[in-house]
């Protein structure tokens, strides 16, 4: 009998891991291990979101007579014990890069050793695996050009019930509570969705991606919201490239680049373990940042006083989920306008984002930060430009700010840059901007290129 391990791999079709060992010939035993100290890296909604995940991947596979084994605590201890109980002659996993994830590989690998048990760690998680690439790139653009010079492989079939699952004990753990409604977890719901975003949005995808008021107004919004069903393995990311179609298409073209934005940031991450707590940039001096709780506390509760940022992090906060284009308004202005650490909100997004991913977390926020890979050393985002040019009718804005919305698209946008008795006229319970916008942005600028252009970080 074969071992595979559940991971961050919660699917049965276009499973690599899972397609390998039931291709050797022996019959393969499914295991999923609770682990706290990884439910810890993934973040608190998340996790509860890979708990649904797990709890629908034991269910499919109870439904077609497939046993499951469901354990809790270290992996290595788990798959030892089941190595000792059941005579099992090799174990199969696939990756996961995230600094928990490697000393977790590297234990069971150990374990395995140790009993004399072969351990074969497969690449699921990315369409390219990062160590074929070159360990480090100048820019985006240049690993676009390595990364679109491979083939993905395509997706497997699931292996029939027949070669698995022999043994079928314990219990999905129950996901920890949160305060957000999860969406519909498992293989099925993660299909169902990519399917409606194929066909209602795939196609002016984009021309559409930035549409705020289309993020809150269409049946099926302009962006897929597939993030926290890839994130947490309920998808493949063969099944989502091959299901965007020919690359001739303007939409699928496009849907294909932000795949390989997700696939830049697990480069980075497989090159760069701690990507999420040590700045990516080593060519010039560290940033001053300010500590200023006031300024954080009025950030996470989404009362800046600049709308489009205040209405993105209420967003975050009750769906555990952000729209990319306020995601990169509100983390700029963290980071910018009020020159907080980028690792202050990297935690924090960490906590609520039901489709957190370390790499893309760490590594979007160190690009917003100028510590990472942007090659616009001091790139600002304008939170009363963005609004204008994205959310033009204040659609967005008025959806996730209440106190807004019986004032005027023009004066919601202008909203920072309103006389006080103006604004305390249009909406007395919403918030004065709590930094000047011109003073903000000149400052930022003032900092950040004194550390980008000196060489001492070097």
């Known amino acids: 009998m074969q071992l595979f391990w559940h991971r961050d791999d919660l699917r049965r079709t276009d499973n690599v891991g899972l397609t390998a060992a039931a291709a050797e010939g022996e019959v393969v035993q499914p295991l999923c291990v609770s682990d706290a100290v990884r439910d810890g890296e993934r973040g608190r909604r998340a996790s509860a979101m890979h708990h649904r995940g797990v709890a629908a991947l034991v269910a499919s ?35 996961v890069d995230t600094p928990v994830g490697r000393r977790r590989t590297a234990a069971v690998v150990t374990a395995c050793a140790a009993r004399g048990v072969e351990c074969v760690v497969h690449v699921d998680h990315v369409l390219v695996d990062p160590a074929t690439l070159a360990p480090r790139y100048p820019s985006y653009s240049a690993f676009r050009r390595d990364w679109q010079t491979e083939t993905p492989a395509d997706p497997k079939p699931a292996p029939p019930p027949e070669r698995l699952g022999e043994i079928d004990e314990g219990a999905a753990p129950a996901a920890p509570p949160v305060a957000v ?38 049946e099926v919004g ?22 965007a179609g020919p690359p001739e298409d303007s939409g699928a073209r496009k849907f294909r680049d932000e795949l390989c934005w997700r696939e830049f940031y697990q480069h980075l991450l497989f090159h760069n373990p701690q990507l999420a707590s040590v700045d990516y940039r080593t060519d010039q001096a560290p940033i001053d940042w300010r500590e200023d709780p006031a300024a954080v506390a009025a950030w996470t509760a989404g009362m800046t006083g600049y709308p489009l940022v205040d209405a993105g992090m209420r967003q975050l906060t009750a769906r555990g989920y952000i729209h990319n284009r306020p995601r990169q308004v509100a983390a700029s202005f963290l980071c910018k306008h009020l020159l907080i650490d980028w690792r202050v909100g990297a935690a924090h997004f960490a906590d609520l984002l039901i489709d957190h991913d370390l790499a ?11 510590t990472g890979t942007d090659t616009v050393r001091c790139r600002i985002f304008d939170p009363v430009a963005q609004a204008r040019k994205y959310d033009p009718t204040a659609a967005f804005i008025r959806r996730w700010v209440p106190e807004l919305r019986s004032v005027s698209a023009d004066a919601i946008i202008a909203w920072p840059t309103l006389d006080a008795g103006d604004r305390a006229a249009a909406a007395p319970a919403y918030a004065d901007p709590i930094v000047d916008r011109d003073a903000a942005y000149d400052r930022a600028q003032q900092v950040i290129t004194a550390a980008v252009d000196s060489t001492t970080g070097a």
């Open 61 to 95: 596979y109870r439904d077609d007579d497939v046993g499951v084994i469901c354990a809790t605590g270290d992996p290595a201890e788990v798959i030892g014990a089941t190595i000792d109980a059941h005579g099992v002659s090799a174990v199969h996993c696939n990756r």
């Open 181 to 218: 409604e999860l969406p519909s977890a498992g293989e099925g719901p993660a299909r169902e969705q990519l399917e409606a975003f194929i066909t209602a949005a795939l196609a002016a995808y984009a021309d559409r991606r930035d549409d705020l008021a289309g993020a809150v107004t269409a």
């Open 222 to 243: 302009p962006v897929s919201e597939l993030s926290p069903y890839i994130a947490r393995g309920m998808l493949g990311p063969r099944t989502v490239y091959a299901a």
């Open 360 to 370: 893309s977390n760490a590594g979007n926020w160190q690009w917003i930060g100028s």
